[in-house]
């Protein structure tokens, strides 16, 4: 099946723990995106990549860092300097300028 | 810089009724709008999207929207709801590389 695979769906950490949440896609799409959902804020834009070894922040980077080695993966890290982690984390990707993205099913990170 | 605005973070309508969720979009370059649909504690589905031709486009599920250039309106309806249309809405604008989503609307059906 083609898609776009999170993991893990929930994700527990204490304070202070860098995190490392996992997107791949097999749909062959060049740009991958991760997105922080919190209730009435919409989705809003961590990083975005729009090819392999290359991205940009998006309007909430501070706090996350991301790496693009390869095509089909876009991992985000959250680490201690992210002030407020507890969120859902949606990834996408998609096959580049101006187009629709897919998104997949979303981690939910619980710090404690 | 890019933006969207939905109107009514939370909308209620009948079963059967009309369903409308509006969508103002603002963009320095000629946009490309989209409509998604989440369920709970899942991703986002892509219910349509306009990017040049035709005003009104057809998506999936019976939903329809009109991009309106005049009044940088993007605004999602369907003539008849049905209970498995409850979910969350999103518009979203497409500027070059950045896809850019508004605060999301609640659609709540009423039996």
């Known amino acids: 099946d083609g898609g776009i695979t999170q993991s893990p769906k929930y994700l527990f950490r204490k304070e202070g723990q860098n995190v490392t949440l996992s997107c791949e896609q097999n749909?062959?799409?060049?740009?991958m995106y991760w997105y922080r959902q919190d209730p009435g804020q919409g989705l809003r834009l961590i990083y975005y990549?729009?090819?392999?070894?290359?991205?940009q922040k998006g309007d909430i980077a501070e706090g996350y860092s991301v790496s693009r080695e390869k095509k089909e993966s876009f991992p985000l890290t959250v680490t201690s300097a992210q002030k407020n982690p507890t969120a859902f984390y949606l990834c996408?990707?998609?096959?580049?300028?101006?187009?629709?993205?897919?998104f997949g099913q979303g981690t939910r990170l619980t710090v404690v | 810089a890019q933006s969207v605005t939905q109107l009514g973070s939370h909308v209620s309508v009948s079963e059967g009724a009309l369903v409308l969720l509006r969508c103002n979009y603002s963009?320095?370059?000629?946009?490309?709008l989209f409509w998604y649909v989440q369920y709970p504690n899942q991703g986002l589905q892509l219910l349509l999207k306009?990017?040049?031709?035709?005003?009104l486009v057809k998506g999936i599920n019976g939903f329809e929207a009109e991009f309106k250039k005049s009044e940088t309106s993007f605004h999602l309806t369907k003539p008849s709801a049905h209970m498995s249309d409850a979910a969350e809405y999103f518009c979203?604008?497409?500027?070059?590389?950045?896809?850019?989503f508004g605060t999301g609307t609640r659609l709540t059906i009423i039996p």
């Open positions: 996408a990707s998609g096959r580049g300028v101006n187009t629709e993205a897919f």
């Open positions: 749909l062959n799409h060049d740009a």
């Open positions: 990549s729009q090819i392999v070894n290359d991205f």
């Open positions: 963009s320095s370059v000629p946009p490309y």
């Open positions: 306009y990017t040049t031709g035709a005003t």
């Open positions: 979203a604008v497409s500027e070059l590389a950045k896809l850019t």
